[in-house]
């Protein structure tokens, strides 16, 4: 099961719905990749398994201000 460890997204689960609607169960799966990000902060890089939208936002403003504006620590997404 793929998980988020910045933003904790997971699987959601829907129906396939055919022309017919017939609907049977299926599930989508988040984005998520192995990143490898520098911390300035820190001097060195950690290893994350984080979604596509998280990286984004950290490319955007940083991992260690995307971790204080979500209430997270380092602890927490290693």
Known sequence: MAKCK???????????????????????????????????????????RASARAMKSVNRIGLMAYLRKNGLTLKDIS
């Open 6 to 48: 910045l933003s904790g997204v997971g699987p959601m689960h829907g129906n396939n719905d055919t022309f017919s609607h017939k609907r049977t169960r299926r599930t989508w799966q988040p984005n998520v990749q192995k990143r490898s990000i520098f911390v300035p902060e820190l001097g060195r890089t950690i290893k994350i």
